[in-house]
């Protein structure tokens, strides 16, 4: 179980925002909503199946239903934001809010499960891209981790934020998680914005 109830709220919160985007990205790229909704539950899995399982515990996403029901929940958001006029913008928060709070929840449980830092960077991390990877290779995209430069760092930039946070700012788990994924979004918004500059 998780030891901050604020801290689940994220972890669900990162499924559904996840799967969010893969719905998103697939339904805009003109895959049919079942397999859109298929992709999204795969994605919004990806990252609490990988991090529980590297840390040898109970898999909550299997235990509890409610991970799955996030992950179906986003399917339909993602859904209807890539009705949007703006459906790749639309993709790039959802997926850059997903990256950022599954590096945080991945990053401080790691920490609650006894991990060093080192440890806890790469489970954090390792999370934060499992959802991207399994959506970015179903959908045949170029992996956006290997793709963009502010991606793969600017998770490992929020867990190591967050990490600081935790062992010697003494905050809360959920506060912690939260620093990370404001890091990352700041990071992603940055990006962004050197992405129109330069015409992209």
């Given at each position: 179980?998780?030891?901050?109830p604020l801290?689940?709220?994220?972890?669900?919160?990162?499924s559904f925002?996840?799967?969010a985007?893969?719905?998103?990205?697939?339904?805009?790229?003109?895959?049919?909503?079942s397999g859109?909704?298929?992709?999204?539950?795969?994605?919004?899995?990806?990252?609490?199946l990988?991090r529980?399982a590297?840390?040898?515990?109970?898999?909550?996403?299997?235990?509890?239903g409610?991970y799955?029901a996030?992950a179906v929940?986003?399917a339909?958001?993602g859904?209807?934001a890539?009705?949007?006029?703006?459906?790749w913008?639309?993709?790039y928060?959802?997926?850059?809010?997903?990256?950022?709070?599954?590096?945080?929840?991945?990053?401080?449980?790691?920490?609650?499960?006894?991990?060093?830092?080192v440890g806890?960077?790469?489970?954090g991390?390792?999370?934060?891209?499992?959802?991207?990877?399994v959506?970015?290779?179903?959908?045949?995209?170029?992996?956006r981790?290997?793709?963009?430069?502010?991606?793969?760092?600017?998770?490992?930039?929020?867990?190591?934020?967050?990490?600081?946070?935790?062992?010697?700012?003494?905050m809360?788990?959920?506060?912690?998680?939260?620093?990370c994924?404001?890091?990352?979004?700041?990071?992603?918004?940055?990006?962004?914005?050197?992405?129109l500059?330069g015409?992209?």
């Amino acid at each position: 179980m998780m030891q901050d109830p604020l801290l689940y709220v994220f972890d669900l919160a990162a499924s559904f925002i996840l799967a969010a985007a893969a719905s998103c990205r697939a339904r805009n790229g003109g895959a049919h909503f079942s397999g859109a909704a298929v992709l999204a539950c795969l994605a919004g899995l990806a990252a609490p199946l990988l991090r529980d399982a590297l840390l040898g515990h109970p898999v909550l996403a299997l235990n509890r239903g409610d991970y799955l029901a996030a992950a179906v929940a986003g399917a339909v958001a993602g859904t209807l934001a890539a009705r949007l006029g703006h459906a790749w913008r639309a993709f790039y928060w959802l997926d850059s809010m997903g990256l950022g709070l599954a590096a945080g929840v991945g990053g401080v449980r790691g920490a609650v499960f006894g991990l060093g830092v080192v440890g806890c960077l790469v489970l954090g991390v390792l999370a934060a891209l499992a959802g991207g990877l399994v959506r970015d290779v179903a959908l045949g995209d170029t992996a956006r981790l290997v793709e963009e430069d502010s991606y793969a760092t600017a998770a490992a930039l929020g867990v190591m934020l967050a990490l600081v946070a935790l062992l010697y700012g003494g905050m809360p788990l959920w506060m912690c998680a939260l620093a990370c994924c404001g890091l990352v979004l700041v990071l992603r918004a940055l990006r962004l914005r050197k992405g129109l500059q330069g015409g992209i």
